[in-house]
């Protein structure tokens, strides 16, 4: 198999070093960064501001050319938080990682970081959220869009939520570029959304308390056509047999984990079986990422390896992480982080 020795999977871009090994060329990007700036959690990535984590130029190209286990490597390496799933691409615009995942139509890493309370309504320096950006983009983000509505999502334009009236205006530019789905999906109230029905139609009581996903709105007759989870049954009910039940990390319906830099999904029977999945998790963002760890430690060689070949051995690698950090602080107390913030920035 070829196998990269970093990432533990087929190779995508392979370089061949002189040496003879190869690698991923994304991987390879990786490996520099951490012998820059450390791998510890304060090195892995660039603080812009107090209010959000700056993203990797290479993470967001390896996510732009199909490399997700570099994208996966970076998560797990920056012990996965609120505010790494909620970094932003600078030279993008500070566009969020979940929307780059979107573009990218990446589906299964969207619904990884908002499992690890990635911020649905993340907004880019113009002041448009992700929804709004989804919903506008030429290439028809169709099933990124629903997955968005299903968690909750809303639109955002100029940092302040879209009233009655400017919706009507923004699915009017939405249909303009094509995509006519999307416009009246989110022109109704419940378009696209997660939804608990909270009064049986007709014989139906076993459906109470049941969740559903809105797929169409019947505007002549105001109900809306809807398929319940799990069974995928597909129902027409009147808009007051409905209420919003967004997805949450405690209640989103399925789970889809990383494990070894790669995405797996989990689909249930009930949505009490995903609950008390989650429930056998542990409280704690930050678990999310497990790695085998055999493969772990094989990958720390590799590493280390692959930066005495790169002629970076004098550079703080791998293993000296965590030599590092049983040392005694240094005087002074406070910190002070490799990375900094980046100049030019007001």
Same mark, same amino acid.
């Given at each position: 198999?070829?196998?990269?020795?970093?990432?533990?999977?087929?190779?995508?871009?392979?370089? =061949?070093? !002189?040496?003879?090994?190869?690698?991923?060329?994304?991987?390879?990007?990786?490996?520099?960064?951490? &012998?820059?700036?450390?791998?510890?959690?304060?090195?892995?990535?660039?603080?812009?501001?107090?209010?959000f984590?700056?993203?990797?130029?290479?993470?967001?190209?390896?996510?732009? %050319?199909?490399?997700l =286990?570099?994208?996966?490597?970076?998560?797990s390496?920056?012990?996965?938080?609120?505010?790494?799933?909620?970094?932003k691409?600078?030279e993008?615009?500070?566009?969020?990682?979940?929307?780059?995942?979107?573009?990218?139509?990446?589906?299964?890493?969207?619904?990884?970081?908002?499992?690890?309370?990635?911020?649905?309504?993340?907004?880019d320096?113009?002041?448009?959220?992700?929804? %709004?950006?989804?919903?506008?983009d030429? +290439?028809?983000?169709?099933?990124?869009?629903?997955?968005?509505?299903?968690?909750?999502?809303?639109?955002?334009?100029?940092?302040?939520?879209? %009233?009655?009236?400017?919706k009507?205006?923004?699915?009017?530019?939405?249909?303009?570029?094509g995509?006519?789905?999307?416009?009246?999906?989110?022109?109704?109230?419940?378009?696209? =959304?997660?939804?608990?029905?909270?009064?049986?139609?007709?014989?139906?009581?076993?459906?109470?308390?049941? %969740?559903?996903?809105?797929?169409?709105?019947?505007?002549?007759?105001? *109900?809306?056509?809807?398929?319940?989870?799990f069974?995928?049954?597909?129902?027409?009910? +009147?808009?007051?047999?409905?209420?919003? =039940? +967004?997805?949450?990390? *405690?209640? !989103?319906?399925?789970?889809?984990?990383?494990?070894?830099?790669?995405?797996?999904?989990? +689909?249930?029977k009930?949505?009490?079986?995903?609950?008390?999945?989650? &429930?056998?998790?542990?409280?704690?963002?930050?678990?999310?990422?497990?790695?085998?760890?055999?493969?772990e &430690?094989k990958?720390?060689?590799?590493?280390?390896?692959?930066?005495?070949?790169?002629?970076?051995?004098?550079?703080?690698? !791998?293993?000296?992480?965590?030599?590092?950090?049983? *040392? !005694?602080?240094?005087?002074?107390?406070?910190?002070?982080?490799?990375?900094?913030?980046?100049?030019?920035?007001?």
């Amino acid at each position: 198999m070829n196998e990269c020795g970093i990432c533990l999977s087929e190779w995508t871009n392979p370089v =061949r070093l !002189p040496c003879g090994h190869t690698f991923c060329a994304d991987c390879l990007r990786v490996k520099r960064f951490e &012998a820059e700036y450390g791998e510890d959690w304060d090195g892995t990535m660039i603080e812009y501001d107090s209010d959000f984590i700056g993203l990797p130029l290479y993470v967001g190209k390896a996510l732009g %050319t199909g490399n997700l =286990r570099a994208v996966l490597h970076w998560l797990s390496k920056s012990k996965i938080e609120e505010r790494v799933v909620n970094a932003k691409l600078e030279e993008g615009g500070n566009i969020g990682l979940l929307y780059l995942a979107a573009m990218n139509k990446r589906h299964d890493l969207m619904s990884h970081l908002l499992l690890n309370w990635a911020d649905a309504n993340i907004l880019d320096s113009a002041g448009v959220s992700v929804l %709004t950006s989804s919903c506008l983009d030429e +290439d028809n983000l169709w099933k990124a869009v629903r997955l968005l509505l299903s968690w909750g999502a809303e639109l955002f334009a100029e940092g302040e939520r879209v %009233t009655k009236e400017r919706k009507l205006s923004l699915c009017h530019k939405i249909s303009a570029k094509g995509n006519v789905e999307i416009s009246n999906l989110v022109a109704s109230e419940l378009g696209g =959304r997660r939804c608990e029905i909270v009064s049986p139609p007709n014989t139906r009581d076993d459906l109470v308390g049941k %969740t559903c996903v809105v797929e169409e709105y019947i505007e002549i007759s105001d *109900q809306y056509n809807v398929r319940m989870e799990f069974t995928n049954e597909v129902l027409l009910l +009147d808009s007051i047999k409905l209420k919003r =039940r +967004d997805r949450t990390p *405690q209640d !989103p319906g399925y789970y889809v984990e990383c494990k070894n830099n790669r995405l797996i999904r989990r +689909d249930f029977k009930s949505n009490e079986e995903c609950r008390a999945f989650i &429930a056998t998790l542990g409280a704690g963002v930050g678990e999310l990422l497990k790695v085998d760890p055999d493969a772990e &430690a094989k990958a720390e060689q590799a590493a280390t390896d692959l930066l005495a070949e790169l002629g970076l051995e004098d550079l703080e690698g !791998p293993g000296k992480s965590a030599s590092k950090k049983n *040392q !005694p602080a240094a005087s002074g107390g406070k910190k002070k982080k490799r990375g900094g913030k980046k100049k030019g920035r007001k």
